[in-house]
């Protein structure tokens, strides 16, 4: 390739931009030469060292394009028969320069992000850190109301009883002690300690429960044969007890609802 000769301050076409720039993009010889044009009129170089056929970087075409000129003295040329041959030299030591400056920073970063994951975690001297395991294993220790409600009936805590209470909530365990207190009203418990102990264990609720739950299931009963012949069409559970919604507009107690309208007649 024939590299032609300026001096500084001449004008040059930007033809000189695709002389200067143009190597084998596969194996960056350039060692080249004119292979024809392509039907778009670009110009197709042909790679003497590879063999590989290319068109100029589409970049450099849109400066042709444009018609710009340049001087020898824009295009960092010096004004010498070598001043294209030094141009190429020096944009190929940066080059290698910003190639060596990248790979550099990219094994910094993977040596940070490395050490990093290495680090050590630190608490705090004075964190405490406790298990999932010993969280869910049960109260640390039984509440006042607990304790007080033993006192009343008389019930003295030993290691198996409070390891029972500590397994359970306090809900199940106050459950327990009131349905140990209607039993002691009605029978001779002679055991109560290891009856508490069972009725934890097996979370027992007092019979005024029980009977509250009986009314519930009694009431879905009748809610169910109440709707289908029309005498009802909601309901809702207030803090004075089931009401019903009738097909008058009228919010009624269930219990009223349930004399007037008894299971055994719907």
């Known amino acids: 390739m024939t590299i032609p000769q300026f001096k500084d301050g001449e004008r040059v076409q930007t033809q000189v ?32 060292k590879c063999q590989y056929k290319f068109v100029i970087n589409p970049d450099f075409e849109i400066i042709k394009k444009s018609g710009d000129v340049w001087t020898a003295t824009e295009l960092g040329l010096q004004a010498s028969p070598q ?40 608490l705090p001297e004075n964190l405490k850190v406790t298990s999932l395991d010993k969280k869910s294993a049960g109260r640390s220790d039984i509440s006042d109301n607990v304790k007080q409600q033993l006192d009343l009936i008389g019930i003295k805590l030993n290691a198996t009883l409070t390891k029972t209470i500590k397994s359970a909530s306090e809900e199940t365990v106050l459950n327990a002690i009131e349905a140990l207190k209607e039993a002691m009203a009605s029978s001779n418990i002679e055991k109560p300690g290891a009856w508490l102990k069972k009725a934890i264990e097996e979370g ?17 009963e009748w809610y169910t044969l109440a709707y289908k012949k029309k005498l009802v069409v909601a309901s809702q559970n207030t803090k004075n007890g089931i009401i019903v919604y009738t097909h008058d507009e009228r919010w009624i107690p269930f219990s009223e609802m349930l004399v007037k309208y008894p299971l055994s007649t719907l």
Do not use: H, M
């Not at 910003?98 to 970063?109: D, F, G, M, T």
């Open 17 to 48: 931009i695709e002389i200067l720039t143009t190597s084998c993009p596969k194996c960056a010889s350039e060692n080249l030469r004119k292979a024809g044009l392509k039907k778009s009129g670009k110009q197709r170089y042909y790679c003497n």
């Open 83 to 122: 001043g294209a041959d030094d141009l190429a030299q020096r944009l190929k030591v940066e080059n290698t320069q910003l190639k060596s400056e990248n790979a550099e920073l990219k094994q910094q970063l993977e040596a940070s992000r490395i050490s990093q994951t290495k680090l050590p975690v630190t």
């Open 204 to 220: 027992w609720i007092p019979n005024e429960e029980i009977g509250q739950q009986s009314e519930l299931d009694v009431f879905k």
